[in-house]
T-cell receptor, first 114, second 113 residues
Framework: KAGVTQTPRYLIKTRGQQVTLSCSPISGHRSVSWYQQTPGQGLQFLFEYFSETQRNKGNFPGRFSGRQFSNSRSEMNVSTLELGDSALYLC?????????????FGPGTRLLVL | GENVEQHPSTLSVQEGDSAVIKCTYSDSASNYFPWYKQELGKGPQLIIDIRSNVGEKKDQRIAVTLNKTAKHFSLHITETQPEDSAVYFCAATDNTNAGKSTFGDGTTLTVKP
């Protein structure tokens, strides 16, 4: 099976702009989670989608949003970018059912905000 | 919410030696504990995991132990090789919040040839 794919791999934006990142999960996986990774804060959970519904949400401001499509592909959007949003954004997929918590990560999208 | 502490933050060993990384968690509802290896420029890769109904799990040179009472779990790597050099993360998950893992801060392991 193909692994989790994320596009784009690298992105440079300026403050105030918005950005959309995409994630394609492993075939058959219905859960997609998003994490932000920074040197100072480590890996922090943003949100998780399962069957097109947000099932869990982390402690990030409303500028961070996401959605999931019927084919389980997911996008996350960050509006009004701030310098502190520079990070590696990782998505992870899992089957999502009871006892199916094992998450498989994509390579990430590295976002630089100038 | 859940809090996961990981130690040490850096670990340097000689090739062939063993390496041990320890994590503690705070939420007794957590019942799934994966370990990930992250190499430069890549996403975290699952290397081993353990569920709360099991005390120990082994896969070749890698083993994980879990002490539910003390709320800690450890990663053991034996006969380390230079290619084991990477950042290792522990995580804790409560399956009623599947898809939401809390991660430790990571351990940078360096294996010297």
């Amino acid at each position: 099976k193909a692994g989790v794919t994320q596009t784009p791999r690298y992105l440079i934006k300026t403050r105030g702009q918005q950005v959309t990142l995409s994630c394609s999960p492993i075939s058959g996986h219905r859960s997609v989670s998003w994490y932000q990774q920074t040197p100072g804060q480590g890996l922090q959970f943003l949100f998780e989608y399962f069957s097109e519904t947000q099932r869990n949400k982390g402690n990030f401001p409303g500028r961070f949003s996401g959605r999931q499509f019927s084919n389980s592909r997911s996008e996350m959007n960050v509006s009004t970018l701030e310098l502190g949003d520079s990070a590696l954004y990782l998505c992870a997929s899992s089957p999502g059912g009871w006892g199916e918590e094992t998450q498989y990560f994509g390579p990430g999208t590295r976002l630089l905000v100038l | 919410g859940e809090n996961v502490e990981q130690h040490p933050s850096t670990l340097s060993v000689q090739e062939g030696d063993s390496a041990v990384i320890k994590c503690t968690y705070s939420d007794s509802a957590s019942n799934y504990f994966p370990w990930y290896k992250q190499e430069l420029g890549k996403g975290p890769q699952l290397i081993i995991d353990i569920r709360s109904n099991v005390g120990e799990k082994k896969d070749q040179r890698i083993a994980v132990t879990l002490n539910k009472t003390a709320k800690h779990f450890s990663l053991h790597i034996t006969e380390t090789q230079p290619e084991d050099s990477a950042v290792y993360f522990c995580a804790a998950t409560d399956n009623t919040n599947a898809g939401k893992s809390t991660f430790g801060d990571g351990t940078t392991l360096t294996v010297k040839p």
